[in-house]
């Protein structure tokens, strides 16, 4: 079993994070930290290149947590809420962390909700964090 995580550079999504090495070390769990790009092309390979960076911080981070930890970038053209849902489908995880940030009704009528999406069609337990102000 395993907890897995949604990860962006942003406040949301290191708060996502830490909750998510929080309940992987109170659980026992391997960590799956999942950080999506729909790709396309405007996906260049200064983004590949800057995602990598971005990995590569979060494994350096997580190296001494004691935690059996996955990173994975993700550039299937793919909504990350897909992609969240996939990997939690293929690792049978128990739990998925999400980060939540505050947004207008007009942003999630135009943009959506991937965290909405997250919490609807996941195939187990959604724990969705907040960020400190």
Same mark, same amino acid.
């Given at each position: 079993?395993?907890?897995?995580? +949604?990860?962006?550079?942003?406040?949301?999504?290191?708060?996502?994070?830490?909750?998510?090495?929080?309940?992987?070390?109170?659980?026992?769990?391997?960590?799956?930290?999942?950080?999506?790009?729909?790709?396309?092309?405007?996906?260049?390979?200064?983004?590949?290149?800057?995602?990598?960076?971005?990995?590569? *911080?979060?494994?350096?981070?997580?190296?001494?947590?004691?935690?059996?930890?996955?990173?994975?970038?993700?550039?299937?053209?793919?909504? !990350?809420?897909?992609?969240?849902?996939?990997?939690?489908?293929?690792?049978?995880?128990?739990?998925?962390?999400? +980060?939540?940030?505050?947004?207008?009704?007009?942003?999630?009528?135009?943009? *959506?909700?991937?965290?909405?999406?997250?919490?609807?069609?996941? !195939?187990?337990?959604?724990?969705?964090?907040?960020?400190?102000?």
């Amino acid at each position: 079993m395993t907890i897995v995580v +949604g990860y962006v550079s942003t406040k949301e999504g290191r708060a996502a994070l830490d909750r998510a090495v929080e309940e992987a070390k109170l659980r026992g769990r391997r960590l799956v930290v999942v950080h999506s790009d729909r790709g396309g092309s405007g996906f260049t390979g200064d983004n590949a290149a800057s995602q990598e960076a971005t990995l590569q *911080g979060v494994r350096d981070d997580l190296a001494g947590s004691g935690i059996d930890v996955d990173v994975r970038g993700l550039v299937r053209g793919k909504e !990350p809420a897909e992609d969240l849902i996939a990997v939690a489908e293929e690792t049978d995880a128990e739990l998925i962390v999400i +980060g939540l940030r505050r947004r207008t009704p007009v942003g999630k009528l135009i943009l *959506g909700s991937n965290a909405q999406r997250v919490l609807l069609d996941a !195939p187990c337990p959604v724990l969705a964090v907040k960020a400190d102000a």
